[in-house]
Antibody
Framework: EVQLLESGGRLAQPGGSLRLSCAAS????????MTWVRQAPGKGLEWVST????????YYADSVKGRFSISRDNPKNTLYLQMNSLRAEDTAVYYC????????????????WGQGTLVTVSS | EIVMTQSPATLSVSPGERATLSCRAS??????LAWYQQKPGQTPRLLIY???TRATGIPARFSGSGSGTEFTLTISSLQSEDFAVYYC??????????FGGGTKVEIK
């Protein structure tokens, strides 16, 4: 059974940093690109970042580029999101998600989502 | 960036009736469109990909159609568990990956 379990979300100060983790199990982790998607309170879904299966390719939304960094540890089956220079508008539930396949299209069509971890940025 | 626009924002439907949700892309995305369902307090669930292919375990009352810039999600006979927010997402041309703003299907 595929499982994705996020952790690391908490209250952070504007300008501060957080690192989110997503522990994956039940599938061949290194085969699949992995993605972070966020959802601000009462709002819709927003793509944040994607990393290729091998970790070489990384992609970011303009809203987080230069501030967030995605990475993965394949032997540990874990995905990360390093979040720096946090802003109030980064407040959201952060989901990690797995694609249904490993090609360009299906790597970002998400069949499994974690339960999410809440990041609140406030002074 | 491809902008995805969903309409209506809210759809009021009685149980057993048909619901038709629309999603429009700002440029052609071929059939590279997915639909997700999200119930309150839950994570999104993949319903449809490739514009019309049901994901594993999705009931046949959910169907998707369209290509290019105009897409439709149809729920043929709404069940109580179908009242939720529905999002479309394009994956034809990314980054960035983009979602529509959502359509809330509520009980009439």
């Amino acid at each position: 059974e595929v499982q994705l379990l996020e952790s690391g979300g908490r209250l952070a100060q504007p300008g501060g940093s957080l690192r989110l983790s997503c522990a994956a199990s039940g599938f061949s982790f290194s085969t699949y690109a992995m993605t972070w998607v966020r959802q601000a309170p009462g709002k819709g879904l927003e793509w944040v970042s994607t990393i290729s299966g091998g970790g070489v390719g990384t992609y970011y939304a303009d809203s987080v580029k230069g501030r967030f960094s995605i990475s993965r540890d394949n032997p540990k089956n874990t995905l990360y999101l390093q979040m720096n220079s946090l802003r109030a508008e980064d407040t959201a539930v952060y989901y990690c998600a797995k694609g249904i396949g490993s090609d360009y299209y299906y790597s970002v069509t998400f069949d499994y989502w974690g339960q999410g971890t809440l990041v609140t940025v406030s002074s | 960036e491809i902008v995805m626009t969903q309409s209506p924002a809210t759809l009021s439907v009685s149980p057993g009736e048909r619901a038709t949700l629309s999603c429009r892309a700002s440029q052609s995305i071929s059939s590279n469109l997915a639909w997700y369902q999200q119930k309150p307090g839950q994570t999104p669930r993949l319903l449809i990909y490739g514009a019309s292919t049901r994901a594993t375990g999705i009931p046949a009352r959910f169907s998707g159609s369209g290509s290019g810039t105009e897409f439709t999600l149809t729920i043929s006979s709404l069940q109580s568990e179908d009242f939720a927010v529905y999002y479309c997402q394009q994956y034809n041309n990314w980054p960035p990956l983009t979602f529509g703003g959502g359509t809330k299907v509520e009980i009439k």
